[in-house]
């Protein structure tokens, strides 16, 4: 049996019998050096990037302490924006169906506030939500926190970097003192090291090295005297990879915004993530970016952060990250859960400094690589193999995924192999179809019923 074996650990069975039927069977190196002070007990401090294996982790120290039969809140996990909570959530919700009868239930901005209410009055065991949106409902009292046994802060350091830390202190203060508390972070600057010991009793520290593989994620390198050749370079090195999927990033929400605009005009289908977007607005982008019915997303490092898109082909740093832990997060995006990637990166003469820091195998200014020639130009931007359709009529109108596959390939409709992803919100649902098969999907749900009625739709990408 491996050492790294989740049956070696001390879950109830019905985790491990679980995790059996997930295909789980070894842990990673955040879950192999993590768990063991989480099952017993102890406050963790835990660094790992995203697509580490983190929410696991947490996840099945709580639920493995969770008293079933007390239908109160026992556990809160907070996450930086409501996409994280939502997926965390997701994560647990199948880490525990196997134990009957545990509720999750979410808590995020940017949706009512009276559902809420509605939920919170019928109990739950684990509340997963945003630092806004929890200290809301702390503050009005519909929030109960007397048996809460499990804090957990996902991705701290993103909740620091957009301003929680206010909130944070506010909700630690209404929390009991006797508690166990793991804080995941994919960076320890100082402001996590600060606020760690405000909050955490006598923690365990682990960290996982973020490097990647050479061989599951190359790093090209090129040299670029102006910012003229470094936009050059970029539409050169995206003609030649011609990605279905494709992460640009920027240091500022400005060159983010003016990137954007500049690939738009050359013909690529690009989206611009960056903080000034409204919830809604952000929602939509990732859904059609995760859909591939856009291939270029261009982000900041901040707006990047707690995504969890798979088959990024490309990570290209339009400029070099200010810090190294940074960069390998950038990185990171690509070449997940087993997959290969590649990941591309400018840099100029005012850079050097940075690209050296980064202390890779390879001596990148030395090895710089020349750009593609100019008769790559000729080549025409990717198309996005899909497209996105959205309902309007989601969780509330009581929409399953399997209304909208079986709508779309029942009698005269597509094959079910030209059907994405199909993600249900509150009072939305998007789905992914091929690109040839859009047209006739649209027609079979505009002329169709869902749930004996008809809903608006439009094509949004």
């Known amino acids: ?3 790294t074996s989740f049956s070696t650990l001390n879950l109830r069975t019905e985790l491990t019998e679980n995790l059996s039927t997930l295909g789980y069977q070894d842990m990673t ?3 192999t ?3 063991p002070p989480v099952l017993e007990g102890r406050d963790v401090i835990a660094q790992a990037k995203t697509g580490s294996g983190k929410t696991a982790a947490f ?3 709580l639920l493995n302490n969770l008293e079933v039969k007390r239908f109160r809140v026992q556990a809160l996990v907070l996450c930086p924006t409501r996409e994280l909570v939502d997926q965390v959530a997701v994560e647990i919700r199948r880490l525990t169906r196997a134990i009957h009868n545990i509720k999750v239930l979410t808590l995020c901005g940017g949706t009512a506030f009276g559902p809420q209410l509605g939920s919170l009055e019928h109990g739950a065991h684990i509340i997963v939500g945003t630092p806004g949106r929890v200290e809301e409902h702390l503050r009005k009292g519909s929030l109960q926190t007397a048996d809460i046994s499990c804090f957990v802060l996902d991705e701290a350091d993103r909740m620091l970097d957009m301003g929680f830390e206010e909130t944070l202190n506010k909700i630690v203060a209404k929390l009991p003192t006797k508690r166990q ?3 995941f972070s994919a960076t320890y600057p100082d402001t996590i090291e600060s606020m760690a010991k405000r909050v955490l009793n006598k923690p365990v520290m682990v960290r996982v090295d973020a490097s990647h593989s050479a061989q599951s994620i190359p790093e090209r390198f090129y040299k670029v005297e102006s910012n003229e050749q470094r936009r050059e370079a970029l539409r050169r090195l995206l003609l030649e990879q011609q990605p279905s999927s494709a992460v640009v990033f920027c240091n500022t929400r400005q060159e983010v915004k003016e990137v ?5 005009q050359w013909g690529f289908s690009v989206l611009a993530l960056h903080g000034d977007l409204e919830q809604r607005d952000r929602d939509e982008m990732l859904v059609r970016f995760a859909n591939k019915s856009a291939t270029v997303l261009v982000a900041t490092d901040v707006a990047a952060r707690g995504l969890d898109i798979d088959n990024v082909e490309l990570v290209l740093n339009y400029q070099v990250a200010h810090d190294p832990e940074v960069h390998t997060h950038r990185v990171g995006r690509t070449g997940r859960a087993g997959q290969t990637g590649l990941a591309l990166t400018l840099f100029s003469d005012r850079e050097a400094h940075k690209v050296a820091a980064l202390n890779l195998s390879i001596d990148p200014i030395m090895d710089a690589l020349p750009l593609p020639g100019k008769a790559i130009l000729n080549a025409a931007p990717p198309t996005p193999p899909m497209v996105t359709l959205q309902i309007d009529g989601g969780k509330k109108q009581k929409l399953r995924p399997g209304d909208i596959l079986g709508a779309l390939t029942g009698e005269g409709g597509i094959a079910g192999k030209d059907v994405g992803k199909i993600q249900i919100f509150d009072t939305k649902s998007y789905l992914a179809v091929a690109r040839n098969s859009a047209k ?7 002329t169709g019923k869902l749930k004996g009625r008809n809903f608006r739709l439009r094509q949004i990408g």
């Open 1 to 3: 049996m491996s050492n």
């Open 29 to 31: 190196p955040i879950q």
């Open 33 to 35: 050096q993590s768990l």
């Open 59 to 61: 996840g099945l120290g």
């Open 181 to 183: 508390t793991l804080l």
């Open 260 to 264: 954007s605009e500049q690939l738009q």
């Open 440 to 446: 006739k999907a649209y027609n079979k749900l505009a």
